[in-house]
């Protein structure tokens, strides 16, 4: 299958200005030579003419090894009629390419070392990114800032690993080629380093998926409508029947160029209704799974309700003061004159004396104090600023399959240190260094099975 000529439409599904379609193999060129007008295609330049008597476009021809995936490559761009596309693609599958598999373009150009496999997802990554900070992110690690790191932890790992495999084959002469000493301090430092990495995670993965932002609070004190201000549009049913809200509603949005993922909960109230005790607890659940907790405060009732619910939260297990805590006062257009008051926060320090939240006062209804809860959000987590993903900050982890392996090559490394410290032999030490090794392959592809590759490469696009 991997000899073979694919073709896919490359752009996005639907009707556009243009469309492409992208061909990749060792017949690319003849096969698109095929249905155009022109008899011949110069590398690398793009030819104006007729595609398969149906339209005019534009045929970009690259050579091998110098394309995307490292394969005989044209792309074809016409107009973006889906007839067009389809009717395109349906003629250069007559002539003897197949339909590409999801992500097998970029299979390919892995399999053809253009890229390791962290910068494959990396890829993944860039396209949908939908924030600067994601987009950054992505860019920094698919241009290899974060592969090259990996990379020098795997190159010290073997050394290691060389060194003391060379005592086997002189194991009779009783030599040692490595001082015991200079090794675990070695272990010691890549420890601390894939130690680094894997604290990075959470910051990583906050940028690429969203910083979670719970909105709890009480029964119709304008949670919905707060999410509706936040995204600008009505994305959640607004009623004064208390309990509209029964289930999570997520969704996503961009404050000062930092992505957040934010989760409309049930209001927190007793209930003998069960399907509402249920979002009571989705609730909870959502708040404790949160990086910042956004409370909505009713400002005409008294804020002794706050302070209830938020030692209730604590009885329910939730550490807040492992969070970042927000407390909206809603609907000032309600309260006299319009002021926007809010409690002084020794009123709630006696109680709670561990926490100093933001106290906002706001309304959701009129927009007011909206642009000062976004700047309060986006300021709130020192290490989640628009400079986390700049190309000078230390690389960041943000894909889960890579935090789990450098867990397990950090648990390689740890069984390595205790054999050293022992004096366990040096081949019983070796099998753990090699055990790590292995796994921190596994990130970048030097170790690969079908089974990931096809896991990972399944997520892609068709056209991609």
């Not at 073709?7 to 061909?23: E, H, K, Q, W, Y």
Request: charged letters at 20%; hydrophobic letters at 40%; a negative charge.
């Amino acid at each position: 299958m991997h000899n073979d000529t694919i073709a896919a439409v490359a752009t996005p599904p639907g009707v556009g200005g243009i469309a492409v379609i992208r061909l990749s193999g060792p017949d690319a060129l003849t096969v698109a030579l095929g249905i155009l007008s022109v008899h011949t295609l110069q590398p690398r330049h793009a030819t104006y003419c007729s595609i398969a008597d149906i339209d005019d476009g534009i045929a970009t021809y690259f050579t091998a090894p110098h394309s995307f995936t490292g394969e005989e490559t044209v792309e074809l761009a016409c107009h973006g009629s889906l007839y067009l596309q389809q009717a395109l693609l349906a003629a250069l599958i007559d002539r003897g390419a197949r339909l590409a598999q999801p992500g097998e373009f970029t299979l390919r150009a892995f399999r053809n070392g253009k890229l390791n496999l962290s910068q494959a997802e990396a890829l993944a990554d860039l396209i949908h990114a939908t924030t600067p900070q994601q987009h950054s992110l992505a860019v920094s690690q698919l241009r290899g800032a974060y592969a090259h790191e990996l990379q020098q932890l795997r190159q010290q790992l073997l050394d290691l690993t060389a060194l003391l495999e060379l005592e086997l084959d002189f194991s009779q002469e009783d030599v040692e080629f490595a001082d015991r000493t200079q090794l675990s301090a070695l272990i010691q430092t890549l420890t601390a380093q894939i130690g680094d990495l894997r604290q990075s995670f959470r910051t990583g993965n906050a940028l690429k998926h969203g910083i979670p932002v719970a909105i709890i609070g009480r029964p119709n004190a304008g949670k919905s409508s707060l999410l509706n201000a936040l995204l600008r549009d009505d994305r959640a049913i607004v009623s004064p029947t208390p309990g509209t809200t029964r289930d999570t509603i997520e969704e996503t949005f961009s404050a000062n160029g930092l992505p957040f993922r934010i989760i409309d909960t049930a209001g927190l109230r007793h209930t003998d209704d069960p399907i509402e005790a249920l979002g009571v607890q989705r609730a909870i659940t959502s708040a404790a799974q949160a990086d910042i907790i956004l409370y909505v405060h009713d400002a005409t009732c008294p804020f002794s309700q706050a302070l209830d619910d938020l030692q209730q939260l604590r009885r329910n297990g939730i550490d807040l003061d492992d969070k970042h805590l927000l407390i909206a006062c809603n609907k000032i257009d309600l309260t006299p004159d319009s002021a926007p008051r809010t409690p002084q926060l020794s009123t709630l320090n006696p109680q709670l004396p561990t926490l100093t939240p933001h106290l906002l006062p706001i309304s959701a209804k009129e927009g007011r104090g909206i642009d000062a809860l976004l700047q309060a959000l986006s300021s709130l987590n020192p290490h989640l600023s628009p400079s986390t993903s700049h190309p000078s900050h230390p690389p960041l982890l943000s894909n889960v399959r890579h935090y789990e392996a450098l867990g397990r090559v950090d648990d390689a490394l740890r069984h390595a240190a205790d054999a050293l410290a022992d004096g366990t032999p040096a081949d019983l030490v070796a099998v753990d260094l090699r055990d790590a090794l292995y796994h921190l392959g596994t990130i970048t592809g030097e170790v690969s099975s079908d089974e990931i590759l096809s896991d990972i490469f399944s997520r892609f696009c068709i056209g991609k």
